[in-house]
């Protein structure tokens, strides 16, 4: 799973929203009929310079007039005097034979030519002399025969057309030469002459300019959507036709949202009709069927932004209500500019005067209706589509409270958290209800308490005739900050209780807001000791957040800050200038640094030798696997110490200082090194690539294998000797700090081979590189071990391997990502021992995270910590695995006080108990009877043999024994298992229960 952040998951969103004008009805909505026009109309002749008609006359088979505009292409010549045709001569041009002409027509005239370059040549009174086939030779620049025909008329000008080409796909037509006789065939003098006067025309009918592409449509200007556009290569007066599906209205200002690209494109000027009548223009068309009123009309100047909201241009409208608007734009930014060649917009709003708006109070959730009119409205709905964050609780109905005693009104029943919704139905009065200018109607406190970031209420009020005639929504109240959970302006212990009620929960399946109400302050849609370390500096410490003391707090925009701030500060030589920018840029305080940090030596220093298996390259020849090894400060005396968390190869000071390695795509990656004599190692530091995107090119998994005989750039068929596999959530993921892993244990050899995975999160990327920027082999403390029964799923916490140092320990956090904890049996170490103290509800203590789960169990002594010493050994935890999972899945971390993260060893003890799940009638095999038992129970508590997750049988049972299906005491199946039908159906029952086993 992606790690967002919560600014990045909103941001799109508030963009729209931010769209809205916020005291005006939007009228236009997606699916609202809509057309592309253009003013402009044309024939489509296309004809550049160097091959314009003059070109047919100068006898020169190495040029060539070309009209890019299709069939019907031709021309209009005046001959020095008046003659009588009776055949023509054309000569082929120089290549593309599919665009030689394939027919002809002549016509004559002795009318003045007034027609013009370009044009259809229709302005004349043309008499047809003839027509036909043409049979133009397949070699390039030669005279065709001559083509001759009947004809004893006089003309001062004449007009050839070509209606068909060679090629009936070619949209072109080409031609070198062309001569006149007055002979049948082709002989006597040509009657033209280079100085004649010639113009290109195309015959065909007038048509509008207006012209799309297929992802450029007009809809995409009314589809609220960032990420699409209307561009119309009419360019310069092109527009749109829309009819509101909302009904008539006099609109009263308009709003657009810039292109993607090309500012060049923006409209400049801007001129909007109206109309009753119904519209019978097409789709690019001129637009002109209907009887149109000029509305009003003036310039706007849009910002060079991309997919950025223009101002809000007001419109003087004194014409009235109209029920569709045609807005044309006479001009863009700069016609003549790079890629000016059409119109674009990403999106338009028209606008009237709101009669209503919804206020929503920031720090209560109250909201009402507060009429900015006089009016009367029978129905409305308010909306949290994003984040779902309205209570259905809190709601003050109408219905509920009787707010309309002369009408029947009934809530919707869809009613809930996305959307709260009533109107006045059939009974009663059936007049509504109606408010006085600046009265208010309160519907409770139902929006949840959220920073301004999740700002996603939408409103509608609709009219007695069930018309939407008010849409703004107006914040008031100052703005929540981020960690700020009951508004009262500062963050402190009352917020930290509300906090700790999600603390060790997983989200998914909820909005990123509800999520945050759950504690969730980085965005990755749980609750751990990265959110608490979160809250604690935007608290601005420990002490602040433990107490009732007005403490500043660090504004809205310091969680987005905050979210890649973490780890920024570098080591010892380079730390002051960056600690310094990161506490300026969050204005909070820094880490502390009174933990009892572990330390670490490097082992082997750079290898000898890196080598990469045949088939296997790097990126760049510049990013070999020796790049892992060119910050050759680590290596110095115990530099590695100073420089672990807080060396961050994204620093601004440090980019382009150090080369990092890239193998070519995503791997697996595997490094083969000779360190020339034999390493031992218990850890390894490791610092992900740095770059523009945090999530491209991470490495979650590492595989590694010690040997003292040389692998012969070819890996052992043996499994790994330690394997170190991040979870998709791990935020050691992002960013580019250097961190120290466990290897679980010692090993040693002279020759290490590492194999290197990309993490989901790569892979989700648009572009990756596997690799890393430094690699250490490190000699550390012996592991942390959390020693996890398999007979009795009892759990315990040593710290008593060779090389133990002593451990200051913040938080705990055990995670299985299949689900095989039991929180209920989580006692934890609070009370443990002397320095384990239990909390008492004040953050004193070691406490539980009130919403530990199957998933996550999580226990932190808030407001202090506790050292657990080297030698310590047997801290139950209680029997916290589910013993009947046998999935082997436990992770072990911790965090200190200076908010630095470490993993520990998981170590399994005894024999785990002999489990088929799936056998729901527990006699050795899965099959269609376990079905059969599994199908009766579904929806009920009913205990089911061999079922892990005891509680509701619901659809995760279902899907484990479709899983086994065919097993015999613990053999593969060989099929896999059907699906009856109502499979599907008891699924949905079922369904319903079994979020219960993953969002808390």
Same mark, same amino acid.
């Not at 490097?602 to 090894?629: C, K, R």
């Not at 690699?775 to 916490?797: C, H, I, K, Y």
């Not at 801290?875 to 046998?886: D, I, K, M, T």
């Given at each position: 799973?992606?790690?967002?952040?919560?600014?990045?998951?909103?941001?799109?969103?508030?963009?729209?929203?931010?769209?809205?004008?916020?005291?005006?009805?939007?009228?236009?909505?997606?699916?609202?009929?809509?057309?592309?026009?253009?003013?402009?109309?044309?024939?489509?002749?296309?004809?550049?310079?160097?091959?314009?008609?003059?070109?047919?006359?100068?006898?020169?088979?190495?040029?060539?007039?070309?009209?890019?505009?299709?069939?019907?292409?031709?021309?209009?010549?005046?001959?020095?005097?008046?003659?009588?045709?009776?055949?023509?001569?054309?000569?082929?041009?120089?290549?593309?034979?599919?665009?030689?002409?394939?027919?002809?027509?002549?016509?004559?005239?002795?009318?003045?030519?007034?027609?013009?370059?370009?044009?259809?040549?229709?302005?004349?009174?043309?008499?047809?002399?003839?027509?036909?086939?043409?049979?133009?030779?397949?070699?390039?620049?030669?005279?065709?025969?001559?083509?001759?025909?009947?004809?004893?008329?006089?003309?001062?000008?004449?007009?050839?057309?070509?209606?068909?080409?060679?090629?009936?796909?070619?949209?072109?037509?080409?031609?070198?030469?062309?001569?006149?006789?007055?002979?049948?065939?082709?002989?006597?003098?040509?009657?033209?002459?280079?100085?004649?006067?010639?113009?290109?025309?195309?015959?065909?009918?007038?048509?509008?300019?207006?012209?799309?592409?297929?992802?450029?449509?007009?809809?995409?200007?009314?589809?609220?959507?960032?990420?699409?556009?209307?561009?119309?290569?009419?360019?310069?007066?092109?527009?749109?036709?829309?009819?509101?599906?909302?009904?008539?209205?006099?609109?009263?200002?308009?709003?657009?949202?810039?292109?993607?690209?090309?500012?060049?494109?923006?409209?400049?000027?801007?001129?909007?009709?109206?109309?009753?009548?119904?519209?019978?223009?097409?789709?690019?068309?001129?637009?002109?069927?209907?009887?149109?009123?000029?509305?009003?009309?003036?310039?706007?100047?849009?910002?060079?932004?991309?997919?950025?909201?223009?101002?809000?241009?007001?419109?003087?409208?004194?014409?009235?209500?109209?029920?569709?608007?045609?807005?044309?734009?006479?001009?863009?930014?700069?016609?003549?500019?790079?890629?000016?060649?059409?119109?674009?917009?990403?999106?338009?709003?028209?606008?009237?005067?709101?009669?209503?708006?919804?206020?929503?109070?920031?720090?209560?959730?109250?909201?009402?209706?507060?009429?900015?009119?006089?009016?009367?409205?029978?129905?409305?709905?308010?909306?949290?589509?994003?984040?779902?964050?309205?209570?259905?609780?809190?709601?003050?109905?109408?219905?509920?409270?009787?707010?309309?005693?002369?009408?029947?009104?009934?809530?919707?029943? /869809?009613? *809930?958290? +996305?959307? #709260? =919704?009533?109107?006045?139905?059939?009974? @009663?009065?059936?007049? &509504?209800?109606?408010?006085? $200018?600046?009265?208010?109607?309160?519907?409770?406190?139902?929006?949840?308490?959220?920073?301004?970031?999740?700002?996603?209420?939408?409103?509608?009020?609709?009219?007695?005739?069930?018309?939407?005639?008010?849409?703004?929504?107006?914040?008031?109240?100052?703005?929540?900050?981020?960690?700020?959970?009951?508004?009262?302006?500062?963050?402190?212990?009352?917020?930290?209780?509300?906090?700790?009620?999600?603390?060790?929960?997983?989200?998914?399946?909820?909005?990123?807001?509800?999520?945050?109400?759950?504690?969730?302050?980085?965005?990755?849609?749980?609750?751990?000791?990265?959110?608490?370390?979160?809250?604690?500096?935007?608290?601005?410490?420990?002490?602040?957040?433990?107490?009732?003391?007005?403490?500043? /707090?660090? *504004?809205? +925009?310091? #969680? =987005?800050?905050?979210?890649?701030?973490? @780890?920024?500060?570098? &080591?010892?030589?380079?730390? $002051?200038?960056?600690?310094?920018?990161?506490?300026?840029?969050?204005?909070?305080?820094?880490?502390?640094?009174?933990?009892?940090?572990?330390?670490?030596?490097?082992?082997?220093?750079?290898?000898?030798?890196?080598?990469?298996?045949?088939?296997?390259?790097?990126?760049?020849?510049?990013?070999?696997?020796?790049?892992?090894?060119?910050?050759?400060?680590?290596?110095?005396?115990?530099?590695?110490?100073?420089?672990?968390?807080?060396?961050d190869y994204n620093d601004p000071n440090l980019i382009g200082s150090y080369a990092q390695y890239a193998g070519d795509g995503v791997g697996p990656m595997t490094l083969f090194m000779d360190y020339g004599s034999t390493v031992s190692a218990n850890w390894f530091a490791y610092a992900q690539r740095s770059g523009g995107n945090p999530l491209a090119d991470r490495v979650g998994k590492f595989e590694f294998w010690f040997s003292n005989t040389?692998?012969?750039?070819?890996?052992?068929?043996?499994?790994?000797?330690?394997?170190?596999?991040?979870?998709?959530?791990?935020?050691?993921?992002?960013?580019?700090?250097?961190?120290?892993?466990?290897?679980?244990?010692?090993?040693?050899?002279?020759?290490?081979?590492?194999?290197?995975?990309?993490?989901?999160?790569?892979?989700?990327?648009?572009?990756?590189?596997?690799?890393?920027?430094?690699?250490?082999?490190?000699?550390?403390?012996?592991?942390?071990?959390?020693?996890?029964?398999?007979?009795?799923?009892?759990?315990?916490?040593?710290?008593?391997?060779?090389?133990?140092?002593?451990?200051?320990?913040?938080?705990?956090?055990?995670?299985?990502?299949?689900?095989?904890?039991?929180?209920?049996?989580?006692?934890?170490?609070?009370?443990?021992?002397?320095?384990?103290?239990?909390?008492?509800?004040?953050?004193?203590?070691?406490?539980?995270?009130?919403?530990?789960?199957?998933?996550?169990?999580?226990?932190a002594f808030w407001s202090g910590g506790s050292v657990l010493t080297a030698g310590a050994s047997g801290l139950s935890l209680g029997a916290a695995y589910n013993e009947l999972f046998v999935s082997e899945d436990v992770v072990f971390q911790w965090m200190n006080s200076d908010g630095k993260v470490y993993d520990g060893r998981v170590e399994y003890v005894g024999?785990?108990?002999?489990?088929?799940?799936?056998?729901?009638?527990?006699?050795?095999?899965?099959?269609?009877?376990?079905?059969?038992?599994?199908?009766?129970?579904?929806?009920?508590?009913?205990?089911?043999?061999?079922?892990?997750?005891?509680?509701?049988?619901?659809?995760?049972?279902?899907?484990?024994?479709?899983?086994?299906?065919?097993?015999?005491?613990?053999?593969?199946?060989?099929?896999?298992?059907?699906?009856?039908?109502?499979?599907?159906?008891?699924?949905?029952?079922?369904?319903?229960?079994?979020?219960?086993?993953?969002?808390?």
């Amino acid at each position: 799973m992606t790690t967002p952040r919560i600014a990045s998951l909103i941001a799109a969103a508030s963009a729209l929203l931010a769209a809205h004008n916020t005291f005006a009805l939007s009228i236009l909505t997606p699916g609202d009929p809509i057309i592309a026009i253009d003013f402009d109309v044309s024939t489509g002749s296309d004809v550049r310079s160097g091959q314009l008609a003059d070109l047919l006359l100068d006898g020169n088979p190495a040029t060539k007039t070309l009209n890019r505009g299709g069939n019907n292409a031709g021309f209009i010549v005046t001959p020095s005097a008046s003659s009588i045709v009776q055949s023509f001569v054309m000569t082929t041009a120089n290549d593309a034979e599919g665009r030689d002409p394939a027919s002809w027509i002549l016509y004559g005239t002795n009318d003045p030519v007034t027609s013009t370059e370009g044009s259809n040549g229709r302005n004349e009174n043309w008499s047809a002399i003839s027509l036909g086939d043409l049979t133009l030779p397949s070699a390039r620049q030669t005279a065709a025969d001559p083509v001759g025909f009947a004809n004893a008329a006089s003309y001062s000008s004449y007009k050839m057309v070509w209606p068909t080409m060679k090629d009936p796909n070619q949209l072109l037509t080409q031609v070198a030469d062309i001569s006149f006789y007055s002979l049948l065939d082709g002989s006597g003098s040509n009657l033209l002459s280079p100085t004649d006067p010639i113009i290109s025309i195309r015959d065909v009918d007038y048509r509008s300019e207006s012209r799309i592409s297929g992802t450029g449509s007009p809809t995409h200007a009314i589809d609220g959507d960032l990420n699409t556009k209307y561009l119309n290569f009419g360019e310069e007066n092109s527009g749109f036709i829309v009819t509101p599906s909302l009904g008539s209205y006099a609109v009263s200002s308009f709003q657009i949202t810039t292109g993607n690209d090309w500012e060049n494109r923006d409209p400049a000027s801007w001129a909007l009709y109206g109309t009753n009548d119904p519209i019978t223009s097409a789709d690019n068309s001129d637009g002109q069927e209907e009887n149109w009123t000029l509305i009003d009309s003036g310039s706007v100047e849009l910002p060079s932004d991309r997919k950025a909201l223009g101002p809000v241009v007001d419109v003087n409208n004194t014409a009235g209500v109209f029920s569709s608007y045609r807005m044309v734009f006479p001009t863009v930014r700069d016609p003549e500019g790079t890629q000016a060649n059409s119109m674009q917009i990403t999106d338009i709003q028209f606008f009237v005067d709101d009669a209503a708006t919804l206020v929503v109070d920031r720090q209560t959730g109250e909201v009402k209706i507060r009429a900015d009119q006089a009016m009367t409205f029978s129905g409305y709905e308010v909306t949290s589509l994003i984040n779902q964050t309205l209570s259905p609780s809190a709601w003050d109905s109408v219905a509920s409270t009787n707010g309309d005693p002369g009408d029947t009104w009934t809530e919707s029943a /869809e009613s *809930g958290p +996305a959307g #709260l =919704a009533e109107s006045d139905t059939a009974g @009663g009065d059936d007049n &509504g209800i109606t408010l006085a $200018a600046g009265q208010m109607l309160s519907l409770g406190s139902i929006r949840s308490i959220l920073p301004a970031g999740f700002d996603d209420l939408q409103f509608s009020l609709f009219g007695l005739d069930g018309a939407k005639f008010a849409d703004g929504v107006e914040y008031v109240g100052n703005e929540v900050d981020a960690g700020d959970y009951n508004a009262d302006g500062v963050i402190d212990l009352n917020d930290w209780q509300i906090f700790r009620a999600g603390y060790g929960g997983d989200f998914d399946g909820m909005t990123a807001a509800q999520a945050y109400l759950n504690g969730d302050l980085d965005g990755d849609f749980d609750s751990d000791f990265y959110d608490f370390r979160m809250l604690v500096e935007l608290a601005g410490g420990e002490a602040a957040l433990f107490s009732y003391a007005p403490v500043p /707090e660090p *504004g809205v +925009a310091s #969680l =987005a800050l905050l979210a890649g701030c973490f @780890g920024a500060v570098v &080591g010892a030589r380079r730390r $002051a200038a960056a600690a310094l920018a990161v506490i300026a840029a969050v204005g909070v305080a820094a880490p502390g640094s009174t933990a009892s940090a572990q330390t670490f030596s490097v082992v082997g220093g750079q290898p000898n030798l890196i080598t990469i298996p045949a088939g296997q390259a790097n990126d760049m020849e510049t990013q070999g696997p020796e790049q892992l090894f060119d910050d050759t400060y680590l290596d110095e005396g115990s530099n590695i110490n100073e420089e672990m968390f807080v060396l961050d190869y994204n620093d601004p000071n440090l980019i382009g200082s150090y080369a990092q390695y890239a193998g070519d795509g995503v791997g697996p990656m595997t490094l083969f090194m000779d360190y020339g004599s034999t390493v031992s190692a218990n850890w390894f530091a490791y610092a992900q690539r740095s770059g523009g995107n945090p999530l491209a090119d991470r490495v979650g998994k590492f595989e590694f294998w010690f040997s003292n005989t040389d692998f012969g750039d070819t890996l052992p068929e043996t499994g790994p000797d330690a394997v170190v596999d991040l979870l998709p959530d791990d935020q050691r993921l992002i960013g580019a700090a250097l961190r120290p892993y466990t290897l679980s244990g010692d090993h040693s050899g002279r020759f290490v081979a590492v194999r290197l995975t990309a993490a989901a999160v790569a892979l989700s990327q648009p572009t990756n590189n596997i690799g890393g920027h430094e690699f250490r082999l490190l000699d550390g403390p012996g592991d942390v071990v959390l020693q996890v029964n398999r007979a009795t799923g009892e759990m315990s916490l040593s710290n008593n391997q060779p090389g133990a140092q002593n451990i200051e320990m913040k938080t705990i956090n055990i995670s299985s990502p299949i689900g095989a904890l039991q929180s209920d049996e989580f006692n934890g170490l609070g009370g443990d021992a002397a320095a384990f103290p239990a909390g008492t509800g004040q953050g004193d203590g070691w406490e539980i995270g009130e919403s530990s789960s199957s998933y996550r169990l999580a226990e932190a002594f808030w407001s202090g910590g506790s050292v657990l010493t080297a030698g310590a050994s047997g801290l139950s935890l209680g029997a916290a695995y589910n013993e009947l999972f046998v999935s082997e899945d436990v992770v072990f971390q911790w965090m200190n006080s200076d908010g630095k993260v470490y993993d520990g060893r998981v170590e399994y003890v005894g024999v785990a108990p002999e489990v088929l799940h799936g056998d729901y009638n527990d006699d050795g095999v899965v099959n269609a009877a376990d079905y059969s038992i599994w199908r009766d129970a579904a929806g009920t508590t009913a205990s089911l043999p061999n079922d892990p997750t005891p509680g509701v049988v619901d659809a995760s049972d279902y899907t484990r024994w479709a899983a086994n299906y065919g097993m015999v005491d613990g053999v593969v199946p060989a099929a896999a298992a059907p699906e009856p039908a109502a499979v599907v159906l008891l699924l949905g029952l079922a369904g319903g229960v079994s979020a219960r086993r993953r969002v808390r």
